[in-house]
Nanobody
Framework: QVQLVESGGGLVQAGGSLRLSCAASGRTFNSYFMGWFRQTPGKEREFVAA????????YYADSVKGRFTISRGYGKGTVYLQMNSLKPEDTAVYYCAADGSTYYSGSPNVPRTYHYWGQGTQVTVSS
């Protein structure tokens, strides 16, 4: 059983920075893509960023490009999201996701590609 645990959310003023972390646990863990999504009440889950585990290719939503950076950690299944120049509209619950696959199984910016999800961490940006 794979579990994803996020950390690093919190309250920050506009223009500030936060770093989210996600760690996967489980006896065996593989993932072609790992990603970050976010969601606000009443809205669908929105793609933020993704990374291809092999090779490190990265993908970003236009709304965060140039401000957010996704990266891999040393441990398998560890991924970070560095968020700079935060805006009030970045306020959301942020979820880490992993597709749990060893091969391409879907686009990295689509929620249905991912089979494992973390519990979410709240990010609040005040104006």
């Amino acid at each position: 059983q794979v579990q994803l645990v996020e950390s690093g959310g919190g309250l920050v003023q506009a223009g500030g920075s936060l770093r989210l972390s996600c760690a996967a646990s489980g006896r065996t863990f593989n993932s072609y893509f790992m990603g970050w999504f976010r969601q606000t009440p009443g809205k669908e889950r929105e793609f933020v960023a993704a990374i291809r585990w092999s090779g490190g290719s990265t993908y970003y939503a236009d709304s965060v490009k140039g401000r957010f950076t996704i990266s891999r950690g040393y441990g398998k299944g560890t991924v970070y999201l560095q968020m700079n120049s935060l805006k009030p509209e970045d306020t959301a619950v942020y979820y880490c996701a992993a597709d749990g696959s060893t091969y391409y199984s879907g686009s990295p910016n689509v929620p249905r590609t991912y089979h494992y999800w973390g519990q979410g961490t709240q990010v609040t940006v005040s104006s």
